[in-house]
């Protein structure tokens, strides 16, 4: 059967115009991270009737995926995950434009993910801190707005960066003084109403940077994410950027509205939180503590650790 967008996307039409659907038909949205979270924001997106996608990922797919991502099957274990994200976009819209960028994105590549783009959303894998910050410092440059949208326990949050609002370090207190530990712990309280109880703490593997995740929350977050590009891209709906944003339960049955920590270094409510978050997440303290010794002993001119914290590249969640 022959493909058209017109007939492929019709049963859009009623909830969006059809001048809407044209926008959204010559929209380009960059997705950093096509794991659990990321390959599901694209078939979404995909379904809405994006037409143009630029896709990075340097990681391939495994079994251990097959519980939350929606490329991973039998026929793609070892496929590069752009690749096969690519692929699954191109059977929905035949028609799109799909530019893969499987060794992710770094210093040297970042503005050529972002070169006419008009939306980005970060489903960067969650302990890859550095490579959140560098898509969305490079996002705020190039005047692009970035959805941050992912599972946490059984739900999602929801935040909007946009080039003139809050930025991603504001909101999350992060700044270069702060250890590794830190930031995983800054990162997480901004994105959780507070200290998400569903985690057991004994399957968060931190040293290989793993955590529970269920295909439910991955879902969830990809049906927001496809919501705001829509909102976004049409001019329509209530949008409200950060500082603010929503984190869904569907477990509890609640909505409640996020707003930003406080510094985990620089205010009394920051340190306790850093200091229960430390408490629940033992082997996080462990690697805080492992951190302020590496960097004293280099300051005290000693030789450095034996075990180092290695650095970070984009993986997918």
């Known amino acids: 059967m022959e493909f058209s967008y017109e007939r492929a996307f019709a049963r859009n039409i009623g909830l969006v115009t059809e ?3 044209k926008r959204l038909r010559q929209t380009r949205v960059g997705l950093a991270g096509m794991g659990g979270v990321g390959g599901a924001h694209l078939q979404a ?14 990681d391939r797919f495994d079994v251990v995926n097959f519980n939350r991502q929606l490329g991973a099957s039998m026929p793609t274990v070892g496929r590069g995950k752009a690749e096969v994200c690519a692929q699954i976009a191109a059977e929905i819209n035949p028609e799109a ?15 050529e993910f972002l070169s006419g783009v008009d939306v980005v959303i970060d489903g960067i894998e ?15 440059a190039a005047g692009i707005p970035v959805i941050v949208a992912g ?16 930025s991603f370090d504001e909101y999350f207190k992060l700044d270069d003084g702060m ?7 800054a ?39 496809a919501t705001e590009v829509l909102k976004i891209v049409c001019g329509r709906g209530r949008f409200v950027p950060a500082p603010h944003g929503i984190y ?56 450095a650790a034996r075990e180092r914290i290695q650095p970070l590249t984009l993986t997918s969640s």
């Not at 997106?45 to 340097?58: M, Q, S, T, V, Y």
């Not at 997480?188 to 929350?217: F, K, M, T, W």
């Not at 991955?218 to 049906?223: E, K």
């Not at 205010?267 to 004293?296: K, Q, Y």
């Open 19 to 21: 001048a809407e659907q």
């Open 45 to 58: 997106l995909a379904r809405i009737g994006i037409g143009a996608f630029h896709l990075a990922d340097p």
């Open 97 to 111: 434009s799909l530019r893969t960028f499987p060794a992710g994105i770094n210093e040297e590549n970042i503005g």
């Open 126 to 140: 969650f302990f890859r801190i550095e490579d959140h910050r560098l898509l969305h410092r490079a996002c705020r």
């Open 151 to 166: 599972p946490i326990g059984y739900g999602s949050v929801v935040l909007v960066f946009t080039p003139q609002g809050c």
């Open 179 to 185: 250890t590794h530990a830190e930031k995983i712990v």
């Open 187 to 225: 990162f997480g309280l901004g994105n959780a109403p507070g200290l998400v109880s569903d985690v057991d703490p004994s399957h968060v593997d931190i040293e290989n940077q793993r955590g529970p995740a269920l295909v439910s929350a991955c879902m969830l977050a990809a049906a927001a994410a």
């Open 248 to 303: 869904y339960d569907p477990y509890r049955r609640r909505v409640l509205t996020m707003r930003p920590r406080p510094s985990l270094t620089r205010t009394l409510r920051g340190r306790i939180l850093r200091w229960l978050s430390f408490r629940r997440f033992p082997a996080v303290r462990a690697m805080h503590e492992r951190e302020l010794a590496e960097r004293n002993a280099a300051e005290a001119g000693a030789p």
